[in-house]
């Protein structure tokens, strides 16, 4: 099978508008939270999130792209933008019919859905919709837009695996590639949740943090304190292709996608298996698949959304799998960015993917007292970042209905 590189990397997130930005807000540990701007949260239980700073779409796209896409399809279009320049593809020079988007989004036009269904509300009951409503709102529209904003006649759809999704999308970018399938697909994942209808939903399930009075501090993954996530919104997108293609067009490489495994927790709606019996399968699937041992994982960016029961499973699966640790160095940036749902694999796996070209491990802010069962047990690289070379890197992701996608990174060396 053909070996896939990483070529083209694009960020979109609460702590930086392109890769570099956040890159560099991961390293120095900068926390994306504050108040709610996109809505009057007053009456919410909770009323902070993590929202893209000194953003507006319009710097980066066409008002009239603005008026036809969801807020999901623009941030997908504006990461991909960024990852195609740094790629330095010239789309024109290329086989066009073999270069796919495979793009993931947990919710889709939740916010097309949501404003469509106030107005009608607001009338008489006459049905009057925006033309534009279904094409907002499906939750496939971003890559079927990003395929035709390039003219990509490969292999086209959308993954929905909830919180697993982006990673969910990588894998089976990774896996047509070497498949032979496809000789470079653009992947990752967007999300636009931060709305009445997504903070009060998951408000409604227990899943958020409502520590309004230290909004910057709320996501603390492991903490014996945390009492849920933080809701959070962007895109993440990679450019994945064959290493000959890459190579025969002078490419510069990034990393290397060395395995992925997916699994089922079979266990509940919302919550993970106790001892974390999916997260654990679907590691030794990707690590098997990498056909490598756990000893070999240097760096594991954790799911760890800082829900109490979340939190503590994977970290039954992971001491199952990885012993005591000695050697990895997890962290959770999600205590940064927040959780950006459907998007979170695509723009965890560029944290990943930096640490391994960069030989550095951003941090886990905000952790303090670690859970009395694992304390002392792993490096969760708090409070600051750690230099260390290493040369895979492994990112969990899992998603309401047990969805797990777990990817292995490598550092490229030809």
């Known amino acids: 099978m053909k070996r896939v590189v990483i070529t083209g990397i694009g960020a979109l997130t609460p702590i930086g508008n392109n890769t570099n930005d956040f890159w560099q807000s991961l390293v120095n ?157 653009i992947t990752g994942g967007s999300e636009a949740p931060i709305l009445a209808s997504g903070i009060g939903g998951f408000n409604a399930a227990k899943a958020l943090s409502t520590n309004n009075d230290h909004a910057s501090t709320a996501s603390r993954p492991f903490d014996k304190t945390r009492d849920g996530f933080v809701m959070g919104e962007g895109a993440g997108a990679l450019i994945l292709e064959s290493l000959d293609h890459a190579l025969a067009r002078n490419a510069i490489i990034y990393g290397e996608v060395a395995g992925g495994g997916m699994a089922g927790d079979a ?63 997890i962290s959770a940036t999600k205590s940064m960015t927040g959780h950006l749902l459907g998007a979170a694999g695509a723009v965890e796996a560029i944290a990943c993917i930096k640490a391994l070209e960069t030989g550095i491990i951003p941090p886990t802010i905000n952790t303090e007292h670690v859970d009395e069962e694992f304390d002392g047990m792993f490096n969760f690289t708090l409070g600051q970042a750690q230099h260390k070379p290493i040369k895979y890197a492994m990112s969990n992701t899992f998603g309401f209905g047990g969805h797990i996608a777990t990817a292995i990174f490598k550092k490229y060396e030809g």
């Open 29 to 185: 540990g900068v926390s994306g939270a504050g108040p709610i701007t996109h809505f009057d949260a007053a009456k919410f239980k909770t009323r902070f999130a993590c929202e893209l700073k000194n953003f507006n779409p319009l710097d980066h796209i066409e008002k009239s792209e603005a008026r036809r896409y969801d807020l999901f399809t623009q941030y997908a279009l504006i990461s991909v933008a960024e990852a195609a320049k740094n790629a330095g593809i010239d789309f024109a020079t290329l086989n066009r019919n073999k270069i796919g988007v495979i793009w993931g989004s947990g919710n889709g036009g939740m916010g097309t859905f949501q404003e469509q269904m106030i107005e009608f509300a607001k009338g008489d009951g006459t049905p009057r919709f925006n033309p534009f409503f279904i094409p907002k709102m499906i939750v496939d529209i971003a890559s079927g837009i990003i395929s035709i904003k390039y003219g990509l006649r490969g292999i086209n759809f959308t993954t929905v695996s909830a919180c697993a999704t982006s990673n969910t999308a990588i894998i089976d970018a990774f896996n047509y590639i070497r498949w032979g399938k496809a000789n470079m697909i």
């Open 267 to 329: 266990y509940h709606l919302t919550g993970t298996h106790p001892e974390g019996e999916g997260a654990y399968l679907g590691m030794v699937a990707a690590l098997e698949d990498a056909e490598i041992q756990p000893a070999d994982i240097g760096y594991m960016n954790a799911h760890a959304t800082s829900t109490s029961l979340g939190d503590t499973s994977e970290l039954r699966a992971i001491r199952r799998l990885f012993g005591t640790g000695d050697g990895l160095n």
